[in-house]
């Protein structure tokens, strides 16, 4: 078992990385409402004061995020997920660690489908199980801390309310012998107690199991290996046998000793995963069910990133499969610096589980965050009717953006300041940009802030964009320093310096989906590159019609 100190301390550093998203959501209550008022440039608050009350505009929630109803099938739900959640690192050369699943299952905005790889170590005495990046030469930890750094993240969770206690999947990866696997049983067991479903539970239907009847339980994913023709399906790959260069059965870079299954789970095993029994597809799995018998039921798709279609002309078939079986997919092995896939491409085909390498605060994390900040990890997909189908037409998006105020800059730079915004919307029928002139730094001494270490810039500018309802389409904003990579199909609005010579560097950012932004006049908090809120706010209007 973990030492509890050490996990702590672990977890604490950890914490560092959490991200401040559910900043723009309700504001804490506290003693005066005036202690939520941000610090804003001399400009923006004589702005503001001819037109609005300060300290209410201040309270106002920039994003507004709707109780998420716990009574549709599994299927109807996008769930937060991590892939390779052990690891600390790159997957290559990566330190494992059970205070991973700590950090990601109490996040501000958590995960709720969390991977475990466990192998055999035949090197210890007569053997132990252990979590590691298979083929590779990840450092790994013992299956046992794993499980109990779960167990006590599920336990700890109590906020009904905000649906934090919604059902913690975990997918397992079993590569451990078929003679030692009624050992996983009894650890996960023994460590998660009565909050493991242990098998199918009286009354409740596979196929219209609800996040309400598992509450505050931990579902387990556990494998199943199709035989075609008394053999085995060539088609069906592990996901760590992909190996780093996404080839099957790549040598393994370091231990002989660890055993990899073959295949075979044992039934005690394949019982804890009566409500998810995952599977890697074979060829054109899209074209095809799974149906219980001869599958087992409630079968879950385990699918590469490189196994999705991305023909438009097979997206109505992908959202039509999502509603006979769960998808989880998972980024390619090719991506050896733990890079992530893009969510909200996953989420647009129906995937219901977009697996993600947190360890990598990246632009998919920022994606993720606007999905399902201020949840619990859960959220409704939309109907899947009208997911490809048709919306109310010639919606109109309009926004206009003032200023900006009390910008960190970075530590030692007292050189000019010259930005601009930039602004992008993901939707479906391709991405909407707005970039606004650029501003020098504005010098204010009202501010009380020593302008030396902040920057005001002041732009009163707008863009208005039609386009088709969209309820997927998401709003990014964000701040940088400079030619920044753009990202593509998001909203977001940048602040970017100009140099002469190097490229720009983004240094804050806000992300949300359009349908839960405010309308009218917003003080948005800008988070930096870190996801950190760092004092720095964006006065902007929105008017969506």
């Excluded at 994003?63 to 109807?76: A, F, G, Y």
């Amino acid at each position: 078992m973990p030492d509890a100190k050490a996990l702590a301390a672990e977890v604490e550093v950890l914490s560092a990385h959490y991200s401040d998203t559910t900043v723009n959501l309700k504001r804490t209550a506290t003693a005066s409402e005036s202690e939520n008022v941000p610090t804003l440039s001399s400009t923006l608050l004589a702005f503001l004061e001819a037109r609005h009350d300060v300290v209410a505009l201040a309270n106002k929630p920039v994003v507004n995020v709707p109780v998420v109803r716990d009574d549709l099938p599994l299927k109807r739900y996008f769930i937060s997920s991590s892939h390779n959640t052990y690891l600390l690192g790159w997957q290559l050369f990566g330190r494992s660690s059970a205070a991973a699943y700590t950090h990601v299952l109490l996040a501000p905005t958590p995960a709720r489908c969390i991977e475990i790889d466990v192998w055999w170590d035949g090197r210890r005495g007569r053997g132990v199980p252990i979590v590691t990046h298979g083929w590779t030469l990840s450092k790994s930890v013992p299956f046992v801390d794993v499980c109990a750094a779960i167990g006590e993240a599920v336990k700890s969770i109590r906020d009904e309310e905000s649906g934090r206690d919604l059902p913690v999947f975990v997918s397992l990866e079993c590569h451990v012998p078929l003679a030692h696997q009624d050992e996983l049983v009894q650890v996960m067991i023994e460590c998660w107690g009565d909050k493991l479903v242990q098998g199918k539970m009286e009354g409740v239907c596979g196929e219209t199991t609800t996040p309400r009847r598992l509450r505050g339980r931990i579902v387990l994913m556990v494998e199943y290996y199709p035989e075609v023709l008394g053999g085995h399906d060539e088609d069906v790959v592990s996901e760590t046998e992909q190996g780093h260069n996404g080839d099957a059965r790549a040598v393994p870079a370091k231990v002989e000793d660890i055993a990899d299954a073959a295949f075979e789970i044992a039934d005690s095993l394949a019982n804890l995963g009566f409500y998810a029994r995952s599977m890697k597809p074979p060829k054109a799995w899209w074209c095809q069910v799974f149906p219980s018998p001869p599958y087992p039921p409630n079968i879950t798709l385990n699918i590469n990133e490189r196994q999705l279609p991305h023909h438009p002309e097979t997206l109505p078939i992908l959202l039509q499969h999502a509603t006979n079986h769960l998808r989880r997919v998972y980024p390619d092995g090719a991506r050896v610096t733990s890079s992530n896939l893009d969510p909200w491409m996953q989420w647009r085909s129906g995937t219901q589980m977009a697996c993600l390498n947190w360890q990598s605060r990246d632009e998919a994390m920022w994606l993720n965050e606007a999905m399902f900040g201020g949840t619990g990890g859960w959220v409704v997909r939309p109907d899947p009717e009208l997911e490809g189908g048709e919306g109310r037409k010639g919606c109109k998006f309009i926004g206009r953006l003032v200023g900006l105020s009390a910008l960190p800059r970075p530590e030692g730079d007292q050189g000019d300041f010259v930005g601009y915004c930039y602004a992008e919307l993901f939707h479906r029928d391709g991405k909407r940009v707005w970039q606004s002139d650029t501003a020098c730094v504005q010098r204010d001494g009202a501010s009380g802030l020593d302008d030396v270490d902040v920057v005001h810039l002041t732009w009163d500018q707008g863009f208005e964009w039609t386009f088709d309802a969209d309820t997927l389409a998401i709003l990014q904003y964000g701040t940088s320093y400079l030619p920044s990579r753009l990202l593509t199909e998001r909203f977001r609005l940048k602040v970017v310096r100009r140099h002469a010579v190097r490229r720009d560097e983004d240094v804050a950012m806000f992300c949300a989906r359009l349908d839960q932004l405010a309308s009218g006049w917003c003080l948005v908090r800008l988070l930096d590159m870190r996801g950190k809120y760092v004092g720095a706010t964006l006065l902007c209007e929105f008017t969506l019609r």
